[in-house]
Nanobody, 118 residues
Framework: QVQVVESGGGLVQAGGSLRLSCAASGLTFSNYVMAWFRRPAGQEREIVAAAWNGGYTQVTDSVKGRFTISRDNAEKTVYLQMNSLKPEDTAVYYC????????????WGQGTQVIVSS
């Protein structure tokens, strides 16, 4: 049974930083792509960043230069370092995983709230 648990959300002022963590279990971590999504209130969910085994990462344009995704295979954890936060980054952030051969993220965490005050 794959489990994904996020932590690290909270309230921060604009310009501040937060680091989200996502611990995964029940899987061969190195075989999985790890990703962060977010859903602002009343809006659609969007992918924020993804990290493949071997170091390749992608981040969406709206957070490039501010957010960094990284993974620690030994700890089975993926991180999202968020700097220079803006009020528009306010959302529930979700961690999700998919096998490298799949295109569907099948396993999701419960989400962690990030609120950026202006």
């Amino acid at each position: 049974q794959v489990q994904v648990v996020e932590s690290g959300g909270g309230l921060v002022q604009a310009g501040g930083s937060l680091r989200l963590s996502c611990a995964a279990s029940g899987l061969t971590f190195s075989n999985y792509v790890m990703a962060w999504f977010r859903r602002p209130a009343g809006q659609e969910r969007e992918i924020v960043a993804a990290a493949w085994n071997g170091g390749y990462t992608q981040v969406t344009d709206s957070v490039k230069g501010r957010f960094t995704i990284s993974r620690d295979n030994a700890e089975k954890t993926v991180y999202l370092q968020m700097n220079s936060l803006k009020p528009e980054d306010t959302a529930v952030y979700y961690c999700a995983v998919r096998e490298g051969s799949s295109v569907v993220y099948n396993d999701w965490g419960q989400g962690t709230q990030v609120i950026v005050s202006s």
